[in-house]
């Protein structure tokens, strides 16, 4: 017997993961599709009702799942959880840094309250998560981190500076850190994943501000309609990915870019 669901197979059976902002979106997809596949999964979330939710349905289906709160930018909390995983499964081997938000807006007219609350979340979380994942991961023997940056993270986007910054760094912490484990001698493999335009919640967020004048909503039909596969993507197109990365058929991969975006930046 594996410990996969009914639905899924075993492609990271035995592994234990946490994945940050595992209440919707990409996120929760990863947790699905993870937990589908075998590995026991702690979901965290700073919203705590919705990641409930989350992992009590996804326990109700047989697998092993559990949510933690958890604000990603707190290192006490990140302590914790990373406790928690082992504590719960026994170890840890793989960490999806997924939570983040979009502060979208003219750079003239942000504050640096804004700028530096999308670096505290998307940047500081995904370094603190890195840095108490990696004792956790070397317990367990092997370890693998994916980050979420985006095509944003490759090429600069409208009104999107601060977060363009936050995942040109997370793709760049992504490779060093994977240098940085191989110089060390450390089994912990690092790579990036750069969603392009994928249908979640985070869209609601970036509008109005990323818009142009007169416009009130974000249109991803439109704004995909000249990509080369025409359609915005779906958060299980992105979790396909992070379902690699976290498995032993990525283990001749580190300090990888794994681009999922219908070709937006071909
Ligand atoms: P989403 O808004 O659906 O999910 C983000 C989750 O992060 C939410 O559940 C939210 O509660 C959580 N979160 C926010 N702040 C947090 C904090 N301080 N601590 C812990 N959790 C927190 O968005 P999504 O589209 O699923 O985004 C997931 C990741 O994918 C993000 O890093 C985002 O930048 C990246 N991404 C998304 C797209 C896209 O088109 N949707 C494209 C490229 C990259």
Request: negative net charge.
């Amino acid at each position: 017997m594996t410990e996969s669901t009914a639905q899924g197979g075993a492609r990271v059976g035995g592994k234990v993961a946490l994945v940050t902002g595992a209440a919707s979106g990409i996120g929760l997809a990863c947790a699905q599709r993870l937990a589908a596949e075998g590995a026991a999964v702690l979901l965290t979330d700073i919203n705590e009702a919705a990641g409930r939710a989350a992992a009590d349905a996804l326990a109700q289906t047989g697998a092993r799942a559990s949510f933690a709160t958890h604000d990603v930018t707190s290192e006490p909390i990140w302590e914790q959880v990373i406790a928690l995983a082992e504590e719960r499964y026994g170890a840890l081997h793989v960490l999806v840094n997924n939570a983040g938000i979009a502060v979208a807006g003219r750079l003239v007219d942000l504050s640096l309250a804004d700028w530096q609350r999308q670096q505290a979340i998307n940047l500081d979380g995904v370094f603190l998560g890195i840095k108490h994942a990696i004792p956790a991961m070397l317990r367990a023997g092997s370890g693998s981190i994916i980050n979420l940056s985006s095509v944003a993270g490759l090429q600069g986007a409208n009104r999107l500076a601060a977060y363009c910054a936050t995942k040109g760094g997370v793709r760049l912490l992504s490779k060093a850190m994977a240098v940085e484990c191989g110089a060390e001698g450390w089994p912990i493999r690092v790579n990036s994943v750069h969603p392009g335009i994928i249908d979640t919640a985070i869209w609601g967020t970036i509008a109005p501000t990323a818009l142009e004048e007169g416009a009130n909503a974000v249109d991803l039909d439109a704004m995909t309609a000249t990509v080369p596969l025409h359609r915005p993507g779906d958060p299980g197109d992105i979790a396909n990915g992070v379902l690699f990365l976290a498995s032993d058929d990525s283990s001749y991969m580190t300090g990888s870019e794994l681009v999922i975006d219908a070709g937006l930046t071909a």
